[in-house]
Antibody, heavy 118, light 111 residues
Framework: EVQLVESGGGLVQPGGSLRLSCTAS????????MHWVRQAPGKGLEWVSY????????YYADSVKGRFTISRDNAKNSLYLQMISLRDEDTAVYYC???????????WGQGTLVTVSS | QSALTQPPSASGSPGQSVTISCTGT?????????VSWYQQHPGKAPKLMLY???KRPSGVPDRFSGSKSGNTASLTVSGLQAEDEADYYC???????????FGGGTKLTVL
């Protein structure tokens, strides 16, 4: 069974930084491209970033471009999201998800809450 | 404002069918057969229900079906059951510029 566990969320002040992690098990991590998707409180889903299995392809939503960096460590079965210059509007539950062949988000973690507030 | 447009709500009685639309542009929904649908119950992570417009992952009942015409994709839930009450989101690949777009979500109520 595929399991994704996010961690690293918490309370951070505007302008601060945070690094999210997603640890995968039950799958051959090196064969999977990955997404980060977020959901602000009471709002809908927003795609954040994508990284291919080989890290050759990386994409970001315009709302986070230049501030967020996606990366992965295949040896540790882990996906990361480095977030800097955080804003109030970055407050959300952040989910990691495996990517299907045509960019669907197939398996999801339980999410980690990031709160940006002074 | 969400990039893909969904109706905010939909409803139906048990046993009935309901269809939820997802409208985009020729750069996303209309340009690729890469539309997905997700179900989200309150306080839970989303769950993939359909991908590539109409394909069902293992374990998803065949009561859930998908279609696409032009720039609009649709999710149909047949034989509504109480457990189908949830929020439903569509998404589409949108090329290298926007990559993945989500709809604003539709709250499905089973009356």
């Amino acid at each position: 069974e595929v399991q994704l566990v996010e961690s690293g969320g918490g309370l951070v002040q505007p302008g601060g930084s945070l690094r999210l992690s997603c640890t995968a098990s039950g799958l051959t991590f090196t064969k999977y491209s990955m997404h980060w998707v977020r959901q602000a409180p009471g709002k809908g889903l927003e795609w954040v970033s994508y990284i291919s299995d080989s890290t050759n392809y990386i994409y970001y939503a315009d709302s986070v471009k230049g501030r967020f960096t996606i990366s992965r460590d295949n040896a540790k079965n882990s996906l990361y999201l480095q977030m800097i210059s955080l804003r109030d509007e970055d407050t959300a539950v952040y989910y990691c998800a495996t990517s299907g062949g045509h960019y669907s988000a197939d398996n999801w973690g339980q999410g980690t809450l990031v709160t940006v507030s002074s | 404002q969400s990039a893909l447009t969904q109706p905010p709500s939909a409803s139906g009685s048990p046993g009935q069918s309901v269809t939820i639309s997802c409208t985009g542009t020729s750069s996303d929904v209309g340009g690729y057969d890469y539309v997905s649908w997700y179900q989200q119950h309150p306080g839970k992570a989303p769950k993939l229900m359909l991908y590539d417009v109409r394909k069902r992952p293992s374990g998803v009942p065949d009561r859930f079906s998908g279609s696409k015409s032009g720039n609009t994709a649709s999710l149909t839930v047949s034989g509504l059951q109480a457990e189908d009450e949830a929020d439903y989101y569509c998404s589409s690949h949108a090329g290298s510029k926007n990559f993945v777009l989500f709809g604003g979500g539709t709250k499905l109520t089973v009356l």
